[in-house]
């Protein structure tokens, strides 16, 4: 259970237009200061967002994102209720230089996209296990407001919310019976990402750090 998001520009690797493209909002206790930044990001205290939308205090059953592991305990099988203060801003009127939903065209993160046919609104949606389970729809007028899914769980799971592609949680792990979360799809996908990093990578390392890098990609496949 060491899956956490964090946003990055990658710049200029995305396309270069500037910095902060991808962005992490942290939740911290104090004053800001980068050690305990840092660390808030390691145990998931943080949601990822180009910055015009925002999922706040994420719950399940109370448990807080990024806190006492990220971990919900469940006995048995059960409907949790998830909780988030969400907030997400749209102009009026769309913007006629995005086109609508076409992920393959810049800015490729961005709420225009959510946007609900010609309203002001864009779907929160609830995933379980990376599945769009439930959403509710808001209206993007930079209003902050409380939102609630009740959502059964059968098995294991990851839950978090999303405004795609605006704004992502990181996960809270809801364990069912003391078993671990396992999802073929999940693990099937970041296999996959591991040797396409390799594909890329490998022409780019140094031949005294081959071996070192052969070995740590190796690692990773077996663990998936």
């Known amino acids: 259970m060491l899956f956490r998001s964090s946003g990055e520009t990658d710049f200029p690797c995305i396309y270069g237009e500037r910095v902060g493209l991808g962005r992490s909002y942290v939740k911290l206790d104090g004053k ?13 205290r943080n949601y990822v967002s180009e ?3 925002h999922l706040m205090d994420f719950k399940v059953n109370g448990t807080a ?9 469940l006995a048995q099988p059960g409907t949790v209720r998830v909780t988030a203060r969400v907030a997400s801003r749209l102009d009026e ?20 996209h959510a ?7 864009v779907p ?8 769009s389970v439930a959403r509710k729809n808001i209206s993007a007028d930079g209003s902050i407001r ?3 899914f009740d959502a059964p769980i059968e098995r294991s799971s990851w839950v978090a919310l999303r405004i795609l592609p605006s704004a992502h949680t990181n996960p809270i792990w809801v364990t069912v019976g003391g078993k671990p979360v396992r999802e073929k799809r999940s693990l099937e996908w970041c296999l996959k990402s591991v040797d396409q990093c390799w594909s890329q990578k490998e022409k780019v390392i140094a031949p005294a750090e081959m071996d070192d890098a ?5 690692h990773a496949r077996q663990v998936y």
Do not use: F
């Open 32 to 44: 800001l200061n980068y050690d305990d930044w840092c660390e808030a990001i390691r145990v998931g």
């Open 51 to 53: 910055g015009k939308s």
């Open 65 to 73: 994102m990024g806190e006492h592991g990220s971990e919900l305990k």
């Open 93 to 112: 009127k769309r913007n006629a230089e995005i086109r609508q939903g076409d992920l393959e065209q810049k800015p490729y993160w961005d709420v225009e």
């Open 115 to 121: 946007r609900i046919g010609n309203t002001r609104e």
């Open 124 to 131: 929160v949606e609830l995933l379980v296990n990376g599945r």
């Open 146 to 148: 409380d939102i609630n």
């Open 214 to 218: 052969r070995a740590a990609y190796e």
